[in-house]
C-alpha cells in the first residue's frame, strides 16, 4: 500500500470543493499507482484561526515527507504553497503524478 499525498489549490474556494477535488484526485491517483493507496489527510479544516499561508505550507511538508508518491491536482502550478511542494517532493526523490499529464 502507497502513502498518497495530494496537493491541491485552497485559496478561495469552499471546504465542500476542496473534498470534491481531493475524491475526484484519489480516484485518478488510485489508478495511476496502481495499487492500494492510503491518502494522508493534508486539508487543514480545524487549523488555527490565525495561521498564516507558512504554517499550511509547514504543516504540508512535514506529511509529504511521509508520502510514498504525491500527486499535483490541475493547476497547482499557480500556486506557490503547490509549486514548493512539487520542488520538494522532486528533490527528496518522492515520485510525482500530475492530473491530466
Not at 502550478?77 to 520542488?87: A, D, P, S, T, V
Given at each position: 500500500?502507497?502513502?498518497?499525498?495530494?496537493?491541491?489549490?485552497?485559496?478561495?474556494?469552499t471546504?465542500?470543493?476542496?473534498?470534491?477535488?481531493?475524491?475526484?484526485?484519489?480516484?485518478?491517483?488510485?489508478?495511476?499507482?496502481?495499487?492500494?493507496?492510503?491518502?494522508?489527510?493534508?486539508?487543514?479544516?480545524?487549523a488555527?484561526?490565525?495561521?498564516?499561508?507558512?504554517?499550511?505550507?509547514?504543516?504540508?511538508?512535514?506529511?509529504?515527507?511521509?508520502?510514498?508518491v504525491?500527486?499535483?491536482?490541475?493547476?497547482?502550478?499557480?500556486?506557490?504553497?503547490?509549486?514548493i511542494?512539487?520542488?520538494?517532493?522532486?528533490?527528496?526523490?518522492?515520485?510525482?503524478?500530475?492530473?491530466?499529464?
Amino acid at each position: 500500500m502507497k502513502k498518497l499525498f495530494i496537493s491541491q489549490p485552497m485559496r478561495n474556494k469552499t471546504n465542500e470543493q476542496i473534498k470534491q477535488e481531493r475524491e475526484k484526485a484519489v480516484k485518478i491517483a488510485q489508478e495511476l499507482v496502481g495499487e492500494e493507496i492510503e491518502v494522508i489527510d493534508s486539508f487543514f479544516e480545524n487549523a488555527p484561526h490565525d495561521a498564516k499561508p507558512l504554517w499550511f505550507l509547514g504543516k504540508s511538508l512535514e506529511l509529504l515527507s511521509t508520502a510514498d508518491v504525491a500527486f499535483f491536482v490541475k493547476g497547482w502550478e499557480e500556486y506557490r504553497g503547490c509549486r514548493i511542494e512539487q520542488l520538494a517532493a522532486s528533490q527528496y526523490g518522492i515520485p510525482v503524478l500530475q492530473e491530466g499529464v
